[in-house]
């Protein structure tokens, strides 16, 4: 079955569960969970397909309602949300889709939540030498209307290695390089919904593209796959 929003009665239990995250319910709602997830799963196999019409997708998934609570103070068992991601094929093509869905903060994003340090590295010398390509993409009519800006955690100065006053500090200090729409409880219970996450996604495509490109060269630009 092709699901192209997100029925009430998936918000509706989000909802409950906020209100009762603790594994008593839970259990005695666990049927209730199973269908809402088969729901959820199912239009998270449509956004799949749609998405593999523009895009080289290699899979999808959703992600385990359940918290991993050891390290963490807050102790409640259960996520407030349904969430999941596109998973790009490739090693060519970086970044990663994802969509969340919590009554009143849903929202779809991409990017790249935590690089790990040879990647951060080198996008930061990449913007050191020329941040012109990813200030273009960012600064642009249509990047500003669907995102409004570069988001994602940032450094309260430069980061080791890098001038406090380079020109595109407030470039280098980013640790993450994201970007996200949000949605109403409206918009998401929309037949349309789907095709405006495709719309989204498909604005992060020169964002991606960019980062791609950085990530599979050396700062010569020579390739690292090939």
């Avoid at 949300?81 to 991409?110: C, D, M, Q, W």
């Avoid at 009519?141 to 407030?170: C, I, N, W, Y």
């Avoid at 640790?175 to 095709?195: A, H, L, M, S």
């Amino acid at each position: 079955m092709k699901l192209l929003y997100i029925p009430a009665s998936i918000l509706e239990f989000i909802k409950d569960l906020q209100n009762n995250n603790n594994r008593e319910w839970f259990n005695e709602h666990k049927p209730r969970y199973q269908q809402e997830i088969e729901l959820f799963k199912s239009f998270a196999r449509t956004l799949n397909d749609e998405m593999s019409k523009i895009d080289n997708i290699e899979r999808y998934k959703t992600h385990r309602i359940y918290r991993d609570t050891r390290f963490s103070k807050d102790k409640t068992p259960y996520k407030n949300h349904l969430s999941g991601s596109l998973v790009r094929a490739t090693a060519k093509l970086r970044g990663g889709y994802y969509f969340h869905i919590e009554p009143g903060n849903s929202f779809v994003a991409g990017g790249f939540w935590a690089p790990n340090s040879p990647d951060l590295k080198r996008i930061r010398e990449e913007i050191a030498m020329d941040d012109k390509p990813l200030r273009r993409i960012i600064k642009s009519a249509s990047f500003k209307k669907m995102f409004g800006q570069l988001e994602g955690t940032t450094l309260k100065t430069a980061p080791r290695g890098f001038e406090k006053d380079h020109p595109a500090v407030d470039l280098l200090r980013h640790k993450q390089f994201v970007v996200y729409r949000k949605f109403t409880n409206k918009e998401i219970g929309d037949p349309k919904f789907i095709n405006e996450i495709v719309i989204t996604y498909k604005a992060m495509q020169p964002f991606f593209n960019y980062m791609s490109e950085v990530l599979t060269t050396d700062s010569n630009g020579v390739s690292l796959i090939d």
